[in-house]
C-alpha cells in the first residue's frame, strides 16, 4: 500500500493534480490559500475555516466564504463550526486518561460496563474493530459503536463525557470557543457558556441539494462519536497539547496513534483516529461528517505539523472514501500533505 501511495502524491508534484484539477502544488502559503478557496468553490461549500500548527504554536489560520449566506456574513477566526466525528479524538484522550488512572482497562469487556457485546473489549470500539466474526480482526468505521463508549465512561468514572472533556481538556486549555452540542441542553450547561450567545457566533448549516446550497439544521445529538463544537484554532490547540503531554502521557498518545495489529498485519486505524504511513511518514488523521457538517484533521506527529479544517456543509468529506482510510482521495488532504509533508513550502 505505501508503494502506491508514494506513487500517488509523487505523480501530484508534477504535471496538473488528477484529483484537484490544479497543477504541481503549493509553493507559499499564499498559493495554498487560494488553492484551498478554489476547492472550496469547486464542492460548493458555503464556508470553511483553516489552521495549521507547527513547532508548538499556530503558524497559520484562514476563514474562507460565508457563515451565513442569507445574511451575506463571512466566516470568521471565531466562528465555531461542529466536529462531528472529530469528537472522538477529544473522548479518546478522555478514555486513554481513565485507563491511565485505573478508572477502567483498554482490555476490559465492555459487559462490565453494561454494553451487551459478546466478546468485544473496550479498545475494540475505539478502535473500531468490533465487529466481524472474531473482535480486533477486522476495521469498519461504525460511529455507533463508538458512541457505546458514552457508557463505558460514565459506568467506569460515575461521570459523563460532557464532563470530563470540559474539566480535563477544554476548560485546562482555554478553549474558550470549544463547547458540547449547544442543541443538547444538558451535556453543553458543562461549558458554562450562554447557549444564545454561542449559537450566534457559530457558522450556519447548509447541504448540497440540486448542486445549490440549502438552509439545513444541525444534529441534535452530543456523544464519544460526535457533537462537540470549536473552532479551527481551539482543534489546533487540542492538537499541540496532545504533542506537548499536556492533556495524555507520552505513553498514552502513543497507544493512540499506534495503528491497530491484527493477525494478519497492520489496520489503518488506531485509537479514535486513522494512523498510516504515507512516503516514510506517519500520519495521524481524522474526519467528520454529519448533516451540514464535515471536518478534516491531519497530524504528522513526528515533525509536530497539524492541519485542521471544518466546514459547514457535507462537502469536504461526503465525496470520498475517507471511512476506509482512503485519506488521498480528498483533495484537500492533498493539496496540505504534498505542499507542507513532502515537499517544503515554508509556514511563517
Known amino acids: 500500500m505505501c508503494a502506491v501511495v508514494a506513487i500517488a502524491i509523487a505523480a501530484c508534484s508534477e504535471g496538473t493534480n488528477q484529483v484537484t484539477g490544479l497543477p504541481g502544488y503549493a509553493k507559499s502559503l499564499s498559493e495554498f490559500e ?3 478557496d478554489t476547492l472550496r468553490v469547486r464542492l460548493k461549500i458555503p464556508g470553511m475555516s483553516a489552521a495549521i500548527a507547527s513547532n508548538g504554536r499556530i503558524a497559520w489560520q484562514k476563514p474562507f466564504g460565508l457563515a451565513d449566506l442569507s445574511a451575506n456574513a ?24 481513565l485507563a491511565d488512572s485505573g478508572v477502567i482497562a483498554l482490555d476490559d469487556p465492555v459487559s462490565k460496563y453494561g454494553v451487551q457485546l459478546a466478546g468485544v473489549r473496550v479498545r475494540h470500539l475505539m478502535s473500531m474493530t468490533s465487529g466481524g466474526a472474531v473482535p480486533g480482526e477486522t476495521f469498519s468505521y461504525d460511529g455507533d459503536r463508538f458512541a457505546l463508549l458514552d457508557q463505558v465512561i460514565r459506568q467506569g468514572s460515575g461521570r459523563t463525557f460532557a464532563d470530563l472533556v470540559n474539566a480535563w481538556i477544554i476548560k485546562p486549555l482555554a478553549l474558550t470557543r470549544t463547547a458540547p452540542n449547544v442543541e443538547d441542553a444538558v451535556s453543553f450547561q458543562h461549558s458554562g457558556l450562554d447557549a444564545g450567545a454561542y449559537r450566534s457566533s457559530m457558522a450556519r448549516p447548509y447541504t448540497l441539494s440540486n448542486g445549490a446550497a440549502t438552509a439545513s439544521r444541525y444534529p441534535g445529538l452530543f456523544s464519544t462519536a460526535a457533537g462537540l463544537i470549536s473552532t479551527s484554532a481551539d482543534v489546533a490547540r487540542f492538537s499541540l497539547a496532545l504533542d506537548a503531554g499536556t492533556i495524555l ?37 481524522a474526519y467528520g461528517l454529519w448533516t451540514a457538517i464535515s471536518s478534516l484533521i491531519i497530524k504528522v506527529p513526528e515533525r509536530g505539523l497539524t492541519f485542521v479544517v471544518l466546514a459547514n456543509n457535507e462537502q469536504l468529506s461526503a465525496p470520498y472514501r475517507l471511512g476506509a482510510g482512503a485519506l488521498l482521495d480528498s483533495p484537500v488532504a492533498r493539496e496540505f500533505l504534498n505542499a507542507f509533508v513532502f515537499n517544503n513550502t515554508p509556514l511563517p
Do not use: E, I, N
Request: include cysteine; aromatic fraction near 10%; charged fraction near 15%.
Open 74 to 97: 463571512p466566516v470568521r477566526d471565531t466562528t465555531a463550526f461542529h466536529l462531528a466525528s472529530l469528537t472522538k479524538m477529544f473522548a479518546t484522550v478522555v478514555l486513554l486518561r
Open 249 to 285: 502521557s507520552a505513553g498514552a498518545r502513543t497507544q493512540m496513534y499506534a495503528p491497530t495489529r491484527s493477525s494478519r498485519g497492520d489496520l489503518p486505524y488506531a485509537l479514535g483516529c486513522f494512523s498510516q504511513v504515507y512516503q516514510d511518514v506517519r500520519v495521524v488523521w
Open 34 to 36: 487560494s488553492r484551498l
